[in-house]
């Protein structure tokens, strides 16, 4: 059964993975004949409509619902000069500590970090360093900002098909976090490197970024997702780097997810 359903989910990706049925679906979203879908999908996921910078009837398309904006305040962004805080509203999957041997692992899989970064000196600077793995549903804000202040060093896309990243894609894909679409930034910040890997759902590989700006300020908007997704964060090793959030628990863009001393 186990074998079965990979092979169920492989087939689907590729098949959606095309690059015809995949412009097929970006284009359907992005038309008119998508929005009467607007009012049920946000039913279905229970979106907070309130917070949202239009009402719902503004929105013409799936995409430009799916990434929407917030109201200024829905997302206050703590400054505490030494606290990460979350670049996305979603789940904190997993966290821990990169293996000197540039390994972790995620839902009891074993990831290596010099496969999601595509080279070994990037690899490097993150070993024995910090991760979080923050996973956005559907259903979630999907503007990214940035977790920290600093300086863009970097950024630079891997992989072409998606499988998703959801639980399902998780347990039977083909390790999709270092095998998916991705689009990596690394940032100099005080507290060392920080990389923030966006990394591309199912279907829609569209990570759009829109902040060109060599000074990154924290809680400044990054890009956005076309749909759910993953973010990794990589954090250089530093001596007492310590994690403020559980594996499992919501968090919100402006969050503190961890603090340096």
């Known amino acids: ?69 917030l109201q ?32 972790f692992y995620i839902k009891n899989h074993l990831y290596s970090i010099k496969d999601i970064f595509g080279d070994n000196k990037k690899a490097d600077q993150y070993k024995d360093g910090y991760f979080f793995i923050l996973y956005l549903s559907p259903s979630n804000y999907h503007r990214i900002h940035y977790p920290v202040d600093g300086a863009l060093l970097s950024r630079y896309a891997l992989g072409e098909k998606s499988y998703p990243v959801n639980r399902l894609g998780m347990k039977y894909g083909n390790r999709p976090l270092s095998s998916n679409y991705r689009l990596i930034s690394e940032l ?40 759910g997704s993953t973010v990794i964060l990589f954090l250089e090793k530093h001596r007492s780097f310590a994690p403020m959030v559980k594996t499992e628990s919501s968090v919100r863009v402006g969050q503190p997810i961890g603090e340096w001393p």
Do not use: W
């Open 1 to 69: 059964m186990e074998t079965l359903k990979k092979t169920l989910l492989k087939s689907f990706v590729e098949l959606t993975g095309n690059p015809i049925s995949s412009s097929i679906l970006k284009t359907f979203t992005r038309s008119r004949i998508s929005k009467p879908l607007i009012g049920p999908f946000s039913k279905a996921y229970e979106i907070n409509t309130k917070e949202m910078e239009y009402p719902i009837s503004h929105y013409k398309t799936l995409h430009s619902f799916f990434t929407r904006g």
């Open 72 to 103: 200024d305040d829905a997302r206050p962004i703590d400054q505490t000069p030494n606290y990460l805080i979350s670049p996305v509203d979603g789940m904190v999957s997993d966290h821990g500590i990169v293996a000197s041997d540039y390994s």
């Open 188 to 227: 100099s910040t005080e507290f060392g490197k920080v990389a923030i890997v966006k990394v591309g759902a199912l279907n829609i590989n569209s990570i759009q970024i829109h902040h060109s700006s060599p000074t990154c300020k924290k809680g400044e908007e990054l890009g956005y997702f076309s749909f």
